[in-house]
């Protein structure tokens, strides 16, 4: 098949194109050739594909007609003698025939995935690597003719595989010398051939053997398995175990078989470090006439007659896991299409139930036990965990609910609910009695039930509870800034967010004191909103202070930080609040509409673009709509998202924008909530979360609107002096005058200049990661320390990526205690 292939590239490198290209060709050999075998298996079953390049002209007539033959030049020929006989041609010397023989070799693959199958397609690029191994190593007194697939392969196609290689060779060769040949030069490139295995599926064959030999076709292997119950509930099977019980069910088993069958092996199928079901490959040997159904029925028999034994010598390998075994056998059929399920269950009790962490995990891994040892033996118990409730100690509860989780047949799958509930509720009163032990005066009353339940449909209900952070040893002039008071409560959202009760969804931590202006520092009153099942609302004050004092070394450190040297000695309580002296928000806290200016900033766009006043408002209005509305803390109602109007020039310009011809794109805009008084201090921070957090989200939407010019774009966020903002007249989106962002002018004639500086922290836990929260925190304080000392109106961004690691936590700041 000639092809003419046109490429177009620099002219110095026309001249490895032919190489390049003969190389490309040569790597797809076999893959072409089992893409001729797919379209048609009988004519290209043992095809061979070569490639190589040819001078166009010499094959083709480009002019599209039919090349004539050449006219040979006319030769001097000597007048032939009529007189004289023609020479005869020599008698060669007589060589030995040549005859054909077909030898019948196979290939067997232990320790493949047993789910895996040998597809046609994998099967033939085997054969073709195997033909051309033998073309390259075979014999010189043998040629090869051909590698065909035998059939009547094993359950996955590689145990075994065999094939029949036809040679040719001389007469008076032995067939066994020849099969000797044949099998020599597989065995030296069995290492090629097993990588070239392992490339097709390595998943599959990651641990696999490859061995070889002559085609048997007594032997025969079957998949068996092996379920253990009773087992302790944290045993993991090592492989050392693993390889013992292997060696102990082929002893056993070798001695209990039916006379008529041979034990040849048993290996382990694979499934990592699970004991049940336990997967075995058993490889037997039988007399000629005998079935595969037959060989499998004496298998299942002589299992069963050796299983006492089997269990005596597994006990002996480890008496306390194994201390009440029972094992039993059956067939395994792994190409069996299996599938995990979740089902929601959860025990009732009859009376609250102070239950600490270690007695919880006693329970669960007692169910996980009592479901390994009764489950259907179709299923598999993956695991089974708190589905949500109990997380802190010593929480009085009524309820624990299980996710556990079953693997099984897909076939199976309805019914696994139904398996599961029949388990625990035949084995309640066992579940009743473990738990009552675990604590036998105060619970030897208490009553358990089992159920089903769906986490959607259990009855929440909206908690509000008022709590105080009660500070020691603090100066009696000290005030709490605004700022400080709006971080130490972000700090303790972040705290509740990350370790609360799994039962309880925090919605709000706000401050519950009356006005913004510095206060106190005696105390902080806070509100804690959480919804949470109401069977749950007498316990989830306990969660919420369980939180605060668990924390409470890292909120006090926390409060240090904003000012060591006033603050070094202080010590911190939390404390419920009487809810009579909370100034309680919703309705009866001051309400006001504040305006936050944040900037998005398009980078990686083409220099020179301009963005259309419609794109513009299609951008403000995704932002508005599909980021604010949905995603903004609940304590601010969202009024508008609207343009700020300068230019399109970004704050913080980059030379490397320029270098490669690519440029940022700033949008400011004003964001303008409607909230408490008290939640004006971090109205910024909760805005810039949720820009932060979806900035890749903006990306998208960009790009719909003009992919070629924003088809790398990046966006990042940041916030601005909104004294920079000009929302005059002349400002819509141009370059003109009107002190927009980046224009260089502040009102006051004053130039602005920008400096970029870097914070580098030491000592800090590897992995740390700065939450935006306190990132805002740190730039705030830096702001006012700046302000104070030079007495001007500045801005602090942050010009850094959204997530950045740092080399210190937060109490760290403390080092930065002078201004330079």
């Known amino acids: 098949i000639p092809l003419r292939i046109t490429l177009k590239g620099p002219e110095d490198a026309s001249q490895f194109a032919p190489s390049l290209l003969n190389n490309i060709m040569d790597d797809f050999r076999v893959e072409l050739g089992n ?88 099967r033939t690029s085997i054969i073709g690597f195997i033909k051309v191994v033998l073309e390259k190593d075979l014999n010189p007194s043998l040629e090869l003719i051909e590698v065909t697939y035998r059939g009547g392969g094993g359950r996955n196609g590689l145990r075994p595989l065999p094939l029949d290689i036809t040679v040719k060779g001389p007469d008076n ?88 069958l041979q034990m040849i092996d048993v290996e382990y199928e694979g499934g990592g470090n699970k004991l049940s079901p336990l997967p075995l490959a058993v490889t037997v040997k ?45 067939q395994f059929d792994p190409t069996l299409k299996m599938e995990q399920s979740e089902h929601m269950v959860q025990l009732t009790f009859t009376e609250g139930y102070r239950l600490s962490r270690d007695d919880r995990t006693s ?50 799958s309805d019914l696994a609910l139904a398996h599961v509930m029949a388990v625990l509720e035949e084995k309640d009163k066992e579940i009743e009695m473990y738990v ?59 705290l509740m967010d990350e370790h609360l009760d799994e039962s309880l969804e925090l919605i709000s931590v706000t401050y519950a004191g009356s006005g913004s202006r510095r206060s106190d520092a005696q105390s902080l009153p806070l ?41 070094k000695n202080v010590s911190v309580s939390p404390e419920t609040s009487d809810s009579n002296s909370v100034t309680i928000p919703v309705g009866e806290q001051e309400i006001e509409v504040t305006e936050i200016p944040v900037q998005l900033n398009l980078n990686q766009i083409p220099n020179g673009y301009r963005l259309s006043p419609a794109d513009r408002a299609s951008i403000i209005r995704f932002v508005k709509e599909e980021l604010m509305d949905k995603h903004l803390d609940e304590s601010l109602e969202l009024i508008s998202v609207r343009f700020a109007g300068g230019n399109t020039r970004n704050l913080l310009s980059s030379t490397l924008h ?63 002096h909104s004294d920079l903002v000009s929302t005059g007249p002349g400002a819509g989106g141009g370059s003109g005058p009107g002190g927009g962002p980046g224009s260089g002018a502040g009102g006051d004639g004053m130039d602005m200049t920008e400096h970029p500086v870097e914070l580098k922290f030491s000592d800090v836990p590897p992995g740390y990661q700065l939450s935006p929260a306190n990132r805002a925190a740190i730039i705030r304080y830096i702001q006012k320390l700046i302000e104070e000392k030079l007495e001007k109106s500045v801005q602090v961004a942050y010009a850094g990526t959204r997530r950045t690691l740092l080399s210190s936590m937060l109490q760290h700041a403390r080092q930065l205690d002078t201004f330079s």
Request: proline content about 6%; aromatic content about 6%.
């Open 527 to 567: 509100l804690v909103k959480v919804d949470g099942p109401a069977d749950e609302s007498d316990y989830a004050l306990v969660y919420v202070m369980k939180v605060l004092e668990d924390h409470n070394e890292e909120i006090e450190m926390m409060f240090k930080s904003l000012d060591w040297d006033e603050l």
């Open 363 to 412: 329970i669960i891994d007692y169910v996980k036990k009592l479901m390994q040892d009764n489950l259907d033996e179709s299923l598999e118990v993956v695991q089974v965990v708190n589905a949500g409730g109990g997380n802190n100690g010593n929480s009085p509860i009524r309820r624990l609910p299980l996710r556990i989780t079953v693997k099984g047949p897909d076939t199976k």
């Open 173 to 260: 060769t032995p067939d066994d010398i020849k099969l000797g040949y044949i099998l020599e030069a597989l065995e030296d490139n069995r290492v090629d051939i097993s990588q070239k295995i392992k490339n097709l599926n390595r998943n599959a064959f990651q641990e696999f053997e490859l061995s070889l030999g002559p085609h048997d076709p007594t032997v025969s292997v079957h998949d068996v398995r092996l379920s253990f119950k009773n087992v302790a509930p944290r045993y993991t099977l090592s492989s050392s175990d693993r390889t013992s019980i292997v060696g102990i069910v082929q002893d056993i088993l070798g001695k209990n078989l039916d006379p008529s």
């Open 35 to 122: 893409n001729l075998a797919s379209l048609d298996w009988t004519s290209f079953m043992n095809v061979d594909v070569s490639t190589g390049t040819y001078d166009f002209n010499q094959v083709m007539d480009t002019t599209g007609r039919p090349t004539r033959n050449p006219t040979r030049r006319p030769r001097n020929q000597p007048t032939r003698n009529p007189t004289k006989r023609p020479t005869r041609n020599p008698t060669r010397r007589p060589t030995p025939s040549r005859g054909q023989s077909t030898h019948t070799v196979q290939f067997h693959a232990k320790k493949v995935a047993p789910s895996y199958t040998l597809s046609s397609r994998d």
């Open 436 to 494: 009552k032990s675990l604590d036998w005066d105060e619970l030897k009353s208490i009553g358990i039930s089992v159920e089903a339940f769906d986490p959607d449909a259990v009855e929440m209900e909206r908690m509000e509870h008022p709590v105080q952070l009660t500070f020691g040893n603090v100066p009696s002039t000290y005030r709490l800034d605004p700022v400080d008071r709006a971080s130490i409560i972000l700090f303790v959202k972040e």
């Open 658 to 720: 320029h270098t490669r011809r690519l440029a940022t794109l700033s949008i400011p805009l004003r964001v303008a909530v409607k909230g408490p008084v008290s939640e004006k201090d971090y109205a910024l921070s909760y805005v810039m979360d949720v820009l932060e957090d979806n900035e890749k989200e903006i990306e998208r939407f960009v790009e719909t609107l003009d992919w070629n010019s924003f088809k790398d774009v990046t966006v990042d966020v940041a916030s601005y």
């Open 286 to 330: 039988g007399p000629d006439e005998s079935s595969p159904e037959v060989a499998l029925g004496y298998i299942l028999e002589g299992l069963e007659e050796s299983m006492p034994e089997i269990v005596r010598k597994v006990k002996a390998l480890n008496r306390n896991a194994f201390k009440d075994l029972s094992v039993s056998s059956g």
